[in-house]
Nanobody
Framework: QVQLVESGGGLVQAGGSLRLSCVAS????????MGWYRQAPGKQREFVAV???????RYADSVKGRFTISRDNAKNTVYLQMNSLKPEDTAVYFC???????????????WGQGTQVTVSS
């Protein structure tokens, strides 16, 4: 069993900052990528940022220069520092991890339950 638990969401004014955290726990052998996606009301889930390990990081164009993703591999944790927040950043933010549970299992995608981020104008 693998669990991803996000925290750090909330309500913030435009221009403010939030820091999201996501901890992966359970039976984990190796974690490849860890990243963040978001889903606004009435819209499809979209990519925000990913850390593919080894310093390979990508961002959606809409958040470049404002959001920073980082990882603590010792804690199986990924963070998303969000600065200069805009109302259009309002969404449920989901953590994603691609990992193997055991030495001989395949890679699987796991998701957290999501944390709400609301940016007021």
């Amino acid at each position: 069993q693998v669990q991803l638990v996000e925290s750090g969401g909330g309500l913030v004014q435009a221009g403010g900052s939030l820091r999201l955290s996501c901890v992966a726990s359970g039976t984990i052998f190796s974690i490849g990528s860890m990243g963040w996606y978001r889903q606004a009301p009435g819209k499809q889930r979209e990519f925000v940022a990913v850390d593919n390990s080894g310093g390979r990081i990508r961002y959606a164009d809409s958040v470049k220069g404002r959001f920073t993703i980082s990882r603590d591999n010792a804690k199986n944790t990924v963070y998303l520092q969000m600065n200069s927040l805009k109302p259009e950043d309002t969404a449920v933010y989901f953590c994603n991890a691609r990992l193997t549970a055991t030495w001989n299992s395949g890679w699987g995608d796991y998701w957290g339950q999501g944390t709400q981020v609301t940016v007021s104008s």
